[in-house]
């Protein structure tokens, strides 16, 4: 078994789903199929290789430090599921980073 | 009239705009009518609009009569996947989280679509955040195959290739992040073309997994296709990967379409086993037709192939673990769970758990788990690795040959509903479409006939080196001449009229 | 009232062993420490976007789709942050990446706006430097491990009966700062400072920000939070070699509360070890108002940041060549800055220290430019100029009197046309707005008399006021001429030439000079 169900609800809460048992039981399954599956990529993935993050190799593109315009503040706050004052309004956080 | 317009491809479109025997109102509504009167049964459209689009007519229209200059495709009307941010219009990416959500602006490739004349007709349906290979996924139900009502359209951009296959847009965007554009072109009979990466910038594209996403152009005809991936092809500032190199001259090489003496390279392990044996018969007969033709064509071996879906499915879903992490309900769309004492943390998990499905969180959780502490070394450092070794089988290949070729998909479409709860049967669907993704060259699928077992379109995919975007469009130029003769008439000619 | 606040210090402190003296703890234990310092960058615009970086705009003003991380949105790369970091790690002495990539940094927080930061990983920029400072006559070397380029946060309000995020009943996000370049410092661990460990960080914070003042790079308002500082703290038994656990206190933003953090931690954590206790790996929140730190909320798991290359941003590969123009275009440093005026001006290290303390070194350094004598520019501006600033609760360069003027003083002081109480007058009309030091001396009437037939005058009537004096003197006393003088200048309102006056007393009085 390459994942077990706690592990799941441990990677729903580090994903912020609040997966309910049903959700876990169906999910649990099929995410160990997938990882015993997708841990093939092992087989070939030898010391002497470089990773790829980038599939075409560009480097050191910039933009220069000039302004540009920003949004008007009713766009900017337009999708918001609440707000107050000119600012999103969020339900209370629980601790700092 | 409005029947033979829409059944136009966009290039007689534009000419008869241009020439004023119609007008791009008339093209329009003609679209617009056709929509409405058979997209209750396809679902393409998630929105339509209809004002938006007889209002971008008119000012061509107004611009042609005061003798403007337009472009090579303005008046014609295009349909675009729900996934590119179109100001004011909503944008929903296939997924409740973003319902109701309007952008405050254009995508890169909505603008360059307005700049050039061309009329969106509205947004089409899609796997939600274009994950999937069926449109199944999509928060407000699945797209229909225009061939069999009962078959997927393909997918992540379903809507899109079912708008263009049922003669509802002559044009279509999509996007390819594993064979999302190939893939519902393959099983609509259409031709779809994914671009070097970096060939169409990416600002405004919903990512779902950024270093493989890439938009391209959905369209009956090939010269259609290179016409519409000129027209949003090039440099974009405002996307660092974008490519700052002129656009390779695709539309010459539609209207060169010739293969003589080209060097073709038929992938050894795209192919055989496991294979839908009439997919396997158009893919062969393909490979007669090219060597009619004059080219040249042998077998090369790429044998880290093998390797790419299994990669795939860890870097994509690391990937989009990371970019939907956003979708957090503070800022834009669904808040669900809010009552007055649940905390941000709370708020957050709960609209997550509400606003994405079942294969969304699938793939956030697999992409959390890949690139976790502990196993981003095994998981996602491999998984970068064999993207090395693709990209270094693609190379080897193309010293040898011009282009590569292998069935787009391995089976026609399939019965909506019959994969839908089995991953990993539903992964394989992008098994031949998926290495250029990771190695980021410039593909295309274009129709190969119909399978004789069940009477549904075949795709071929030709494959070339990144910034060789003109191959796949001379390849798949000559080979839809050639079919054109053997058949008398486009393949979509013979789907069942809706 | 007053019962409510005092509970809910009470119950912030959290109920424990007590604290060791400071004296005592260093008796015992060796601190090590480790300093993050987050320094907001000066650009015009945001790291990745063009929005202006300006402080105190109405809220969510600064802001586009690209730091409101709205979903189709990209980032593109400020140049200006590049070159500014490097040269930071150049002013750093570090090594400067060939080649490295931007990271993201996945963990959900509302004033996040993608719920990643895009960040440097295992690829920063800049490694490997040092920089030396001198606390309490000492100099120490700073290892630098890391220098590396971040975005900034939005800012959350907490809105509920407490203010704080705690009890708050809900927030309000402004995301005018997210995305703003932030720079992070990350020293090596810093050993062997004894008990000097709590100045030696404020030297350090003191330093870097002097550094980035004179890089141009940032103006480092502490004050707005362009500056903020992680204080690693550890202690070991004295004579071990291994190293004790550490604490992170986050987010000390003054230099003082810097120096009163390690402190504070030293004395905290020493007070566990003696009581028989472990200290704790945790974050912990230090409060100004009491120079204390608190535990933060302790978590459930470890934090899995799930750092992953950056996809949306193409690898930076400074070239040679790009990096030896900005070495080459680098200003002269802070430290290298000082060991010369010192030098050039003849000051003692504490005179110098002074001069730093007070913030004059770039007054002082314009006004011997203007002319003036470096002893003179530094007694003006550091005895005169400095007390008055510090008066009025203002910064020395504010005060309304410009380097030209304070040289120009100093001539009228060395020419003779003034003496040190009238040059104070001729400061105190400078500030008072009454123009340019001559314009003072003249409309003032404040010039030294040194008219010979006026002197002459001033004298005979010192002379014939005080006769036991004169007497005293022609007697041989001559000390006792001192009185005279005195009666001389206290008639001219201290105007008149001291030295020549002297002279003429004891001339009149028959006494050789």
Known sequence: MAITRDEVAHLARLSRLALGDDELDHLAPQLDVIISSVARVQEVAAEDIPPTSHSVPLTNVFRPDERQPCLAPDEALAGAPAVEDGRFRVPRILEEE | MGTDLI???????????????????????????????????VHAFLQVD???????????????????????????????????????????????????????????????????????????????????SSTENSAYGPTRNPWNLDRIPGGSSGGSSAAVASYQAPLGIGTDTGGSIRQPAAVCGIVGGKPTYGGVSRYGLV????????????????????????????????DTTSIDAPVPSVVEAARGADVAGLRVGVVKELGGEGYQPGVLRRFAEAIELLDSLGAKVTEVSCPHF??????????????????????????????????????????????????FGAEVKRRIMLGTYALSSG??????????????LISRDFQAAFEQVDVLVSPTTPTTAFPIGERVDDPMAMYLADLCTIPSNLAGNAALSLPCGLAPEDNLPVGLQVMAPVLGDDRPYRVAAALEAGYADRWGHPLLEEAPAL | MTTSSAAEATSRKPRMTRMTPYDEAMGRYE???????????????????????????PPNTHVCPVCLGLPGSLPTTNRAAIEFTTMIGLALNCRIAEWCRFARKNYFYPDMPKNFQISQYDEPLCTDGWMDLAADGKTFRIGIERVHLEEDTGK???????????????????????????????????????????????????????????LGVSDVRMEEGSLRCDVNVSLMPRGASEWGTRSETKNVNSLRSVERAVRHEIERQAGVLDAGGTVVQETRHFHEDTGTTTAGRSKEYAQDYRYFPEPDLVPLAPSPEWVEQLRVSLPELPSARRERLQKEWGLSDSEMDALRNADALDVVEATVAAGAPPAQAYKWWLNE????????????????????????????????????????????????????????????????????????ALVDAAIADNPDVAEKVRGGKVQAAGALLGAVMKASSGQADAQRARELILEKLGVPS
Not at chain 2, 90 to 117: H, K, M, N
Not at chain 2, 213 to 228: H, I, K, N, S
Not at chain 2, 375 to 388: E, I
């Open chain 2, 7 to 41: 059944r136009l491809t966009a290039a007689e479109m534009a000419a008869v705009i241009a020439s004023g025997e119609t007008s791009a109102v008339e093209v329009t509504r003609a679209h617009l009518d056709r929509i409405a009167a058979v997209d209750a049964r």
């Open chain 2, 50 to 132: 209809t004002e938006g689009a007889l209002a971008a007519a008119r000012s061509v229209d107004e611009r042609r009569a005061a003798g403007e200059l337009l472009g090579p495709l303005a008046g014609v009307p295009i349909a675009v996947k729900d996934v590119f941010t179109t100001k004011g219009l909503p944008t929903t990416c296939g997924s409740r989280i973003l319902e109701g959500w309007r952008p405050p602006y254009d995508a890169t490739v909505v603008r360059r679509l307005r700049d050039a004349g061309m009329v969106i007709l509205g947004k089409t349906n899609m796997d939600e955040f274009a994950m999937g």
């Open chain 2, 207 to 238: 990512a779902f997994a950024s270093s493989l996403d890439q938009a391209g152009p959905f369209a009956r005809t090939v010269l259609d296709a290179a016409l519409l991936h000129a027209a949003i092809a090039g440099h974009d500032p405002a």
């Open chain 2, 306 to 355: 093998g390797y790419a879906l299994p990669a795939y499915y860890l870097i994509a879903p690391s990937e989009c673990s990371s970019n939907l992490a956003r979708f957090d309900a503070m800022r834009y769309g669904l808040r669900t769970g809010d009552d007055g004492t649940s905390s941000a943390e709370e708020v957050m998990a709960v609209t997550r758990a509400a606003g």
């Open chain 2, 375 to 388: 196993y981003y070394d095994a998981y996602y450092g491999s998984a970068q690795k064999v993207r090395t």
């Open chain 3, 31 to 57: 601190p090590v420490l480790g300093l993050e310092t987050h320094v907001e960058l000066g650009t015009a615009t945001k790291m990745f976007c063009g929005c202006p970086t300006t402080f105190g705009a």
């Open chain 3, 156 to 214: 959350s309000l907490h809105v509920g009966s407490t203010g704080r995020i705690h009890g708050a009943d809900y927030s309000l996000v402004d995301y005018n700062r997210a995305g703003i370049p932030l720079v992070e410092i990350v020293t090596k661990p810093i050993e062997a400072t004894g008990a000097l460990a709590p100045q030696v960080a404020r030297a350090y914070v003191t330093e870097l920000r002097e550094l980035m003042r004179t």
């Open chain 3, 385 to 456: 100029l400095s007390r008055r600033a510090t008066e009025q609760g203002v910064e020395l360069a504010t005060l309304p009197i410009t380097p030209v003027q304070v040289a120009r003083v100093a001539e009228l002081v060395a020419a003779g046309t003034l003496n040190d109480k009238l040059a104070r007058q001729v400061i105190e009309g400078v500030l008072a707005g009454e123009g340019d030091p001559d314009e003072v001396v003249r409309r003032r009437n404040l010039a030294i008399v040194s008219d010979e037939g006026e002197l002459a």
